[in-house]
């Protein structure tokens, strides 16, 4: 077992599982998604993108790939998030907004757990 | 791959942007969860924002202040612990960016993009030139002035630098590489068509043995000038012919052997490699006894020639040891040729000639002045290993100097700048002294004392006149290329040398019909080189040259037809 592996595993797979944690319920219901979730949802996407730099095999570039696509995402929602917030815009359209570019950000999410998981059957050891 | 120094900065800092995020999330986190309390005395909360703005200006040390309202004692616990955990965070993070900039790999790549793409970007012919030295810095020289690019390698940055303060006719790329690697030769373009040679004179001549055989595997047509003075590795490569060798020793004995065959040969290679003109008395050397000073590499390469010729001579080595039978017969003395009563012992009054060949020059301008004491009249040649010194080699009044690295150049720059008359050069070394005597006769007489040599491509680019005629089938004789324009019956003062067509070589070619792609050497003057240019570039001046009248102008003769057609549809 490789400790490198658990923790690079782990964080690809947090990384979904908050963000569906976010994105779960009806989009036009605030009180149904946690700010908190959205935080830590930004927060491990950005530490699996750093896990998943110096892989240069072709496989590895597109993880990276799938994890840029998911943290752009995120870090537009929160800046939606953010500007509606101090504006005071209280728009079921800005918050459908945040919540379908967090569904975006899963997509990408998923894509790379499934990479992931492809590559660790691939593998022989 | 073209982002390697791209990758190398992520890769280091991979560990610094984990601590970053991680520290600032945590401190965000913190700063959101503590309630704090507004000017009205209310409990607030942070917005995730607040405290992105709070945490980023505090870690980057700029200090803005509490916001956005004062904190409350429960906040500042949480923000004291805060700041240490991401002001260090923060500086690790920049005190690793900063030196994954200035690493060394990085740098390194970073170079070497910068190289391989002026590489590419090159267009015309190139040559590859191994090392910053004395000698290759006058080869990159003359190599320019012949129009071809350089390519330059060395494994010293300070060569590199001091290289890149020189003003050079073109743009250099350079490299700091080891030039034995496969990877490096990639580099510099050897594997692309218009390079045309390897220059690798390295001073360890396994060196030049090993980027020989590298290039001839990995691009044969690039033609490789290795120095080998080590007569194994010279042979293995003549034997294997991947390169062409220069040994200068072997070069200077060739020199003493063409001196005793026929003198009138070294004033010719000597106009050709541009040290004299013609006019030049022809050097015969002395007839006698020979005391030649070093028994090394060049002391052997001497006496095979001076026992062809059975030159009395005898060696003067202090530090190496020849065959008994040698000593025995008095042809090798060990002594140290510097000192004055072993010159005398040898016979250096009854000498006729003296060869100085140790390989230190301090050494051997002490034993020429010694032996201009004993014996002012005789006869000195004497060896230059470098350049440095060259205004005290003139001083001291020596008949013939060899200075070592002046054949590098000469050798080296001729082979690649110049491959025909390199190729003349060679095939008149191999000519008896009564066809050069009269050789030397002719060009003066035709064309001049000191005659230019230049070479003229029947290709359409540079002789369009003559390409397009004999695309056509016409047949022309290279004289045409030799009459005057002002008469046709007179001749310009130009003499054909040499004809090169598809690994043939005639040697001056008279009444030869002329095929496109030849390549012709011509001795003239400047205003006759203008003249066979003129005539191989200009159709009229072709036909006038070939048949002695004038050519009609068959532009203008359409054009009037184009008239007179046209007026009779009108």
């Given at each position: 077992m490789n400790l490198d592996k658990v923790i690079s595993g782990f964080f690809f797979i947090l990384a979904m599982t908050i963000n569906f944690g976010f994105f779960y319920g009806d989009i036009d219901n605030p009180e149904l998604h946690s700010v908190y979730e959205l935080f830590m949802a930004l927060v491990v996407s950005l530490i699996s993108t750093i896990l998943k730099i110096g892989d240069k095999t072709q496989l590895g570039a597109v993880l990276l790939a799938t994890s840029l696509v998911a943290d752009i995402q995120l870090i537009a929602a929160v800046t939606v998030w953010t500007v509606t917030e101090y504006l005071s815009?209280?728009?079921?359209?800005?918050?459908?907004?945040?919540?379908?570019?967090?569904?975006?950000?899963?997509?990408?999410?998923i894509t790379s757990v499934i990479l992931y998981i492809g590559e660790t059957l691939k593998s022989k050891r | 791959m073209n982002n390697n120094a791209l990758w190398i900065i992520l890769q280091k800092l991979r560990t610094p942007l984990l601590v970053i995020i991680v520290t600032y999330s945590v401190a965000m986190l913190g700063m959101v969860l503590i309630p704090g309390m507004d000017d009205k005395g209310n409990v607030y909360h942070l917005s995730f924002f607040d405290a992105f703005y709070f945490v980023s200006y505090m870690a980057s040390t700029i200090g803005f202040g509490e916001s956005p309202y004062a904190f409350t004692y429960e906040q500042k616990l949480w923000v004291s612990f805060c700041i240490y955990i991401t002001v260090v965070g923060w500086f690790y993070g920049l005190g690793a960016l900063v030196s994954a900039v200035t690493d060394k790999t990085l740098k390194f790549e970073v170079m070497r993009n910068r190289f391989r793409k002026n590489v590419q970007a090159i267009e015309d012919d190139f040559v590859i030139v191994l090392g910053y030295t004395h000698v290759n810095a006058e080869i990159i020289k003359k190599l320019h002035t012949a129009n071809i690019e350089v390519v330059l390698i060395d494994d010293d940055e300070d060569k590199i630098n001091f290289f890149m303060l020189e003003e050079m006719k073109h743009d250099v790329p350079v490299m700091v590489g080891n030039a034995l690697l496969t990877e490096t030769l990639h580099d510099a373009g050897i594997l692309r068509s218009n390079c045309k040679g390897i220059i690798a004179l390295f001073d360890n001549e396994e060196h030049n043995f090993r980027i020989s055989i590298l290039t001839k595997f990995l691009n044969p047509n690039v033609k490789v000038i290795a120095k080998s003075t080590n007569d194994e590795i010279s042979k293995s490569i003549l034997d294997t012919d991947i390169a062409k060798v220069i040994n200068p020793f072997e070069v200077f004995a060739k020199r003493v052997d063409v001196a005793l065959r026929s003198p009138h040969t070294l004033v010719l290679e000597n106009w050709i490699y541009g040290n004299s003109d013609l006019s030049?008395?022809?050097?015969?050397?002395?007839?006698?006894?020979?005391?030649?000073?070093?028994?090394?590499?060049?002391?052997?390469?001497?006496?095979?020639?001076?026992?062809?010729?059975?030159?009395?001579?005898?060696?003067?080595?202090?530090?190496?040891?020849?065959?008994?039978?040698?000593?025995?017969?008095?042809?090798?003395?060990?002594?140290?040729?510097?000192?004055?009563?072993?010159?005398?012992?040898?016979?250096?009054?009854?000498?006729?000639?003296?060869?100085?060949?140790?390989?230190?020059?301090?050494?051997?301008?002490?034993?020429?002045?010694?032996?201009?004491?004993?014996n002012p009249d005789i006869y000195i040649i004497a060896r230059e290993n470098t350049m440095q010194e060259v205004s005290v080699f003139q001083a001291a009044n020596i008949d013939w100097l060899f200075v070592i690295e002046q054949i590098y150049i000469n050798k080296a720059s001729m082979a690649l700048a110049n491959p025909l008359k390199h190729r003349f050069l060679k095939l008149i070394l191999r000519q008896k002294e009564n066809w050069t005597k009269s050789l030397i006769n002719l060009l003066k007489n035709q064309v001049d004392v000191n005659p230019l040599l230049k070479r003229i491509d029947v290709k359409e680019n540079t002789t369009y006149a003559l390409y397009h005629e004999l695309l056509k089938g016409e047949e022309i004789e290279i004289d045409v290329l030799l009459c005057s324009l002002e008469n046709r019956e007179k001749r310009n003062h130009a003499l054909p040398l040499l004809l090169y067509r598809d690994g043939e070589e005639i040697l001056l070619p008279?009444?030869?019909?002329?095929?496109?792609?030849?390549?012709?050497?011509?001795?003239?003057?400047?205003?006759?080189?203008?003249?066979?240019?003129?005539?191989?570039?200009?159709?009229?001046?072709?036909?006038?040259?070939?048949?002695?009248?004038?050519?009609?102008?068959p532009i203008l003769r359409r054009f009037f037809s184009l008239a007179y057609k046209n007026k009779g549809i009108k």
């Open positions: 815009i209280v728009d079921v359209e800005a918050f459908a907004a945040i919540i379908s570019l967090s569904g975006g950000a899963l997509l990408a999410n | 030049e008395k022809p050097l015969y050397l002395p007839a006698g006894k020979y005391l030649i000073c070093g028994y090394g590499r060049f002391g052997k390469a001497l006496q095979t020639k001076f026992n062809k010729y059975g030159i009395e001579h005898v060696f003067i080595d202090a530090k190496r040891l020849a065959h008994h039978t040698m000593i025995e017969d008095g042809s090798f003395i060990r002594a140290n040729p510097d000192d004055k009563d072993i010159l005398l012992d040898v016979g250096i009054k009854e000498s006729a000639g003296l060869i100085v060949g140790t390989n230190n020059d301090i050494d051997n301008l002490s034993i020429v002045i010694t032996a201009k004491k004993l008279i009444n030869i019909n002329l095929q496109v792609g030849d390549k012709i050497l011509f001795a003239c003057t400047k205003e006759s080189l203008e003249e066979i240019e003129l005539i191989a570039s200009n159709i009229y001046e072709l036909h006038y040259a070939k048949y002695g009248k004038e050519k009609e102008n």
